[in-house]
């Protein structure tokens, strides 16, 4: 499956965003998709996750209560909405995908290319 993020942009602290991961390939509802972050000189970040049918999902614990994660299998792609957004929040954020198995944790196979968000205080 290859996969692309969209929707990163510059907000202010205390608004929101929503970011897209749309995938190509037919058997997307049998993938479980996973976003992660960058900020700069930080490891990679596993923020949020939902499972195949988007019944099954993550929220890490620096994001719960604020991002929410969403699926629409008919339109291959699976959100992530961001509300109340912290300068801390900034990094590129990246989608991807492994066969859903009953395990939203990583490691994830494929990669889309990252979305940058920058939250300004």
């Known amino acids: 499956v290859q996969l692309q993020a969209s929707g990163g942009g510059l907000v202010q602290a205390g608004g929101s965003l929503s970011l897209s991961c749309r995938a190509s390939g037919r058997t997307f509802s049998r993938y479980a998709v996973g976003w992660f972050r960058q900020a700069p000189g930080k490891e990679r970040e596993f923020v949020a996750a939902?499972?195949?049918?988007?019944?099954?999902?993550y929220t890490g614990d620096s994001v719960k209560g604020r991002f929410t994660v969403s699926k629409d299998n008919n339109k291959n792609t699976v959100y992530l909405q961001m509300n109340s957004l912290k300068p801390e929040d900034t990094a590129v954020y990246y989608c991807?995908?492994?066969?859903?198995?009953?395990?939203?944790?990583?490691?994830?196979?494929?990669w889309g290319q990252g979305t940058l968000v920058t939250v300004s205080s």
């Open positions: 991807a995908a492994k066969w859903y198995s009953w395990n939203l944790s990583p490691p994830y196979d494929s």
């Open positions: 939902i499972g195949g049918s988007g019944g099954d999902t």
